[in-house]
C-alpha cells in the first residue's frame, strides 16, 4: 500500500481523477428502511440519514451525480487537495459535492456536467505537474 500523500501540490498532481460508472443521488433516508445495494456512502445528520445511493433506488425528484474518483492516496491530514478541486469547478460554475474516503476523495458532480468536471481537473493536474 502506498502512504498517504500530505502535500497540497503532490496531491493534486497525482489525483489522476477517473470518472466512475453509474449515477448516484444524495438521499435522506427512512431508519425504518433496508439500504440499497451498492450504497456508496453514509452520514448521521440532525435531519435524518444521508446516504448516496443509485439513482434507480432514489426518488424520483432526486438529481443525479455522477462520482469523479481523484485517484491519489490523500491524507487525511493533507491541506488543500478538496479546497482546490472545488474551487477550480466553481470557478467553470459547476457544482462539486465532495467526499472523502480513507483512500481517494470523491467528487459528485451534476450528470450533464460530469465530461466537463473531468477534463478541468485533468487539466489542473497536468499544471500543476509542470
Not at 503532490?10 to 445495494?37: N, S, T
Not at 477550480?88 to 459535492?97: C, D, E, G
Request: hydrophobic residues 45%; charged residues 15%; glycine residues 6%.
Amino acid at each position: 500500500m502506498m502512504k498517504p500523500v500530505f502535500e497540497t501540490n503532490a496531491m493534486i498532481a497525482g489525483m489522476r481523477p477517473e470518472l466512475q460508472p453509474g449515477v448516484f443521488a444524495f438521499v435522506i433516508w427512512p431508519p425504518q428502511k433496508d439500504w440499497p445495494e451498492n450504497t456508496r456512502a453514509s452520514y448521521v445528520e440532525t435531519e435524518g440519514l444521508s446516504l448516496i445511493v443509485p439513482i434507480e433506488t432514489a426518488p424520483t425528484d432526486a438529481v443525479g451525480m455522477r462520482c469523479i474518483t481523484l485517484q491519489v492516496h490523500s491524507s487525511q491530514e493533507g491541506v488543500g487537495l478538496t479546497a482546490s478541486v472545488s474551487a477550480v469547478l466553481a470557478q467553470n460554475n459547476i457544482p462539486a459535492n465532495m467526499v472523502a474516503g480513507y483512500h481517494h476523495d470523491h467528487v459528485y458532480v451534476p450528470c450533464d456536467m460530469a465530461e466537463e468536471a473531468l477534463a478541468i481537473l485533468i487539466k489542473l493536474q497536468h499544471e500543476v505537474k509542470k
